[in-house]
């Protein structure tokens, strides 16, 4: 047994015993989890193992496919584009990247893509995993596409898309590709081990996943938002451990990193935009980010959703174990989670590599952060 190792301070030692017991349990294969709290790692642990054949221990090192909580990412650099006077959310997307205002989509919004009311989730069919890894054919093809519904008035979650689109606008502004835009203003500035793609020397210190369940799609309505959007997006979760996977740009889903690395970069929201005193957002764009968007059950998936500038915001029907307040958040395809508490300054992050059909956290996430806030409150 691959023993859980790394600091966590005695205040959350259920915690620790939680991580524990899942891995003994085999709930979880290999896992990190962090919590930071005024800029220090209060909890910072790893355990169990990066392969299925339970080969390799999963270290302090060890990097896995964060899928979703990718999303974050993408929407903190086009915050700082918003910060730096550049990029205004409410502006028509067809400002910054001309060729996308056609075929209904005059009036999309930054902001509509960014809180995934857009009307445009995910590609129309056909299409396959290797055209939708060559980020500017792709990005083309979703610029000649209609909405499906008015863009604005309800969300339709974005799976795989949306860092195409947003990334394609950073890139319009700054001259950069967001894979380097992350890097150069995000990433490296913060220290964080957190790349999109994963260049081939990480990979043997990328965990394996093993892959959720599959969703019966025939159970679905073809015509259904969700069918179209799923059959629109084909990535399956086995991809992440291919080369084709690895090398694209992939804002929404193929972030690369641990609990350690989207802590750090989680707390520029946390601690109210300066980390270490270098000042990454101003309190106003934060504002901007935690403004409601849109409020309302989502399109695509099955829930009530609460969404600012590529966050959600507390929805007790949805994830009651998020606590309402100054609180933004989203999850990763399996389980993993990016929480950014500005109330207590605290960001919550947890990543994994068994994975469960869920987007908004996995039992273990459950657990693991009612435990965080619980030990808080005592």
Not at 7 to 23: A, G, I, Y
Not at 310 to 339: K, N
Request: proline content about 7%.
């Amino acid at each position: 047994m691959a023993k859980v190792e790394g600091v966590c301070d005695p205040k959350f030692q259920e915690v620790r015993d939680l991580v524990n017991s899942r891995l003994e349990q085999g709930e979880e294969l290999g896992a990190s989890i962090c919590v930071n709290i005024d800029g220090k790692n209060v909890i910072d642990l790893w355990g169990g193992y990066a392969d299925p054949a339970k080969t390799q221990p999963w270290t302090q090192d060890t990097i896995t496919v964060v899928w979703s909580c990718s999303k974050v990412v993408t929407a903190l650099a086009a915050a700082t584009l918003v910060d730096r006077g550049l990029l205004d959310p409410d502006e028509k997307v067809s400002k910054y990247w001309p060729e996308f205002g056609v075929n209904g989509k005059e009036n999309v919004t930054v902001g509509h893509i960014l809180s995934h009311a857009s009307g445009v989730p995910s590609w129309e069919q056909p299409i396959t995993p290797e055209e939708i890894f060559d980020t500017p054919k792709a990005t083309e093809r979703l610029a000649k596409q209609a909405p499906w519904w008015t863009p604005g008035e309800q969300s339709g979650y974005h799976l795989l898309n949306q860092g195409h689109l947003v990334g394609e606008i950073v890139r319009r502004i700054s001259g950069t590709p967001l894979k380097q835009f992350i890097a150069d203003e995000i990433a490296t500035p913060l220290d964080a081990d957190f790349r999109l793609g994963l260049e081939e020397k990480d990979w043997p210190r990328a965990a394996d996943i093993i892959p959720p369940p599959a969703i019966p799609l025939d159970a679905l309505d073809p015509e259904s938002f969700l069918a179209r959007a799923v059959a629109g997006s084909p990535v399956p979760a086995e991809a992440a451990m291919t080369p084709g996977f690895r090398a694209s740009e992939l804002g929404a889903v193929n972030g690369f990193g641990n609990a350690r690395s989207l802590a750090r970069i989680g707390s520029i929201l946390s601690l109210g935009g300066t980390v270490d005193g270098r000042k990454y957002l101003s309190p106003g764009t934060i504002d901007k980010i935690l403004e409601e968007r849109v409020s309302g059950q989502d399109l695509i998936l099955p829930l009530f959703l609460r969404l600012g500038l590529g966050v959600g915001l507390p929805a007790p029907q949805t994830v009651s174990w998020i606590p309402e307040g100054r609180i933004c958040f989203w999850g990763g395809w399996g389980g993993s989670i990016l929480i950014m508490d500005l109330d207590r300054r605290m960001t919550i992050t947890y990543v994994m590599n068994k994975m469960e059909n869920s987007t908004l956290g996995n039992a273990n996430t459950e657990l693991y952060v009612r435990a965080i806030y619980d030990a808080l409150s005592e």
